[in-house]
C-alpha cells in the first residue's frame, strides 16, 4: 500500500535527541555533576570529565553504569563508587533537560490538527518518565511506550504496533519522528509508517519520506500532506 494512500490521523515521537536535546543535556548535568561532587573529582581538569563522560556515553546509547566504572578506574576516583555516581545522575538528569526549540507550540499545533500523539523511546522506564515530565509534555500524548516497561524496544516492531494499537491507528495514518536512521526511521517504514528524520550532525544521507532541521516544519509538513490527499 501506497503511504500515502491513508490519511494522516496520528505522529509519534522519539524522545532523546529529537524531543530532548539530549547533547546539550547530557553537557549540562555532567557540568553541574563535577561541581556538585568537587570534593571527589576536583583533581580531574573540569573539560576532561565532561568531554570524557560525553565520549564513554556515546549518544545514550551505553548505560550509564559502564560509563561510570570507566571513569572511576581511567580517572582513580576514590571515595565514591561507580553506583553513586549512578544515583546521582538517576537523581538529577532530569534537571539539566533542555527541549529542543519550538517543542510546546510544535505539539500544541499537531493537537489543533487533531491529530493522535504517541512517544517511543528507548531507556529506563522510570528516569525517562522523570525527563518527559521535567520537559511538561506528558498532557500531549495519548500514549507514552518505555521500552524497559513494555519489555519492548526500538527497532522491534512489536513496540511501533502496541503503540499504534492503543492509538487506533493503522500504521499507513501515521508519521514517526525520530533522528536515528535504522532504529526510528527505518524500523517505522518497515511497519508501514511514514518516517521523518530529525537531522543531527551524527550521519550523512539518510533515507527518510522527510527530513527537517526543526521541529516547527512537522506541522507544516503534515499540513501540506493532508492538503495533498484531500485533492487526490
Known amino acids: 500500500m501506497n503511504r500515502n494512500s491513508e490519511n494522516i490521523k496520528s505522529v509519534l515521537f522519539d524522545l532523546d535527541g529529537t524531543l530532548l536535546n539530549r547533547?546539550?543535556?547530557?553537557k549540562s548535568f555532567t557540568e553541574?555533576?563535577?561541581?556538585?561532587?568537587?570534593?571527589?573529582?576536583?583533581?580531574?581538569?573540569?573539560?576532561?570529565?565532561?568531554?570524557?563522560?560525553?565520549e564513554l556515553d556515546e549518544q545514550g546509547y551505553v548505560w550509564k553504569d559502564k560509563v561510570y566504572q570507566q571513569l572511576i578506574k581511567e580517572y582513580k576516583i576514590i571515595g565514591l563508587t561507580w553506583e553513586n555516581l549512578l544515583q546521582d545522575y538517576i537523581q538529577h538528569f532530569k534537571y539539566s533537560c533542555i527541549p529542543y526549540p519550538n517543542l510546546m507550540d510544535m505539539l500544541a499545533e499537531l493537537k489543533t490538527q487533531n491529530l493522535a500523539l504517541g512517544m517511543i523511546t528507548n531507556g529506563?522506564?522510570?528516569?525517562?518518565m522523570d525527563n518527559i515530565k521535567t520537559l511538561g509534555i506528558e498532557k500531549y500524548f495519548d500514549t507514552i511506550l518505555i521500552s524497559e516497561w513494555e519489555g519492548l524496544k526500538k527497532p522491534e516492531p512489536q513496540i511501533f504496533n502496541k503503540a499504534l494499537e492503543q492509538l487506533n491507528v493503522l500504521p499507513s495514518e501515521s508519521i514517526f519522528v525520530g533522528d536515528h536512521p535504522e532504529k526510528?526511521?527505518?524500523a517505522a517504514q518497515n511497519v508501514g509508517m511514514k518516517g521523518?528524520?530529525?537531522?543531527?550532525?551524527?550521519?550523512?544521507?539518510?533515507?527518510?519520506d522527510m527530513i527537517v532541521d526543526e521541529l516547527m516544519e512537522i506541522p507544516s509538513y503534515i499540513r501540506a500532506l493532508k492538503s495533498l490527499e484531500d485533492s487526490i
Not at 547533547?23 to 547530557?26: F, P
Not at 521523518?196 to 527518510?208: C, F
Open 184 to 186: 526510528d526511521v527505518k
Open 32 to 54: 553541574k555533576q563535577y561541581e556538585r561532587l568537587y570534593k571527589w573529582v576536583g583533581h580531574v581538569p573540569k573539560d576532561k570529565y565532561v568531554s570524557r563522560f560525553i
Open 23 to 26: 547533547e546539550q543535556s547530557v
Open 124 to 128: 529506563k522506564g522510570q528516569f525517562q
Open 196 to 208: 521523518i528524520w530529525k537531522k543531527n550532525e551524527h550521519w550523512g544521507d539518510v533515507e527518510a
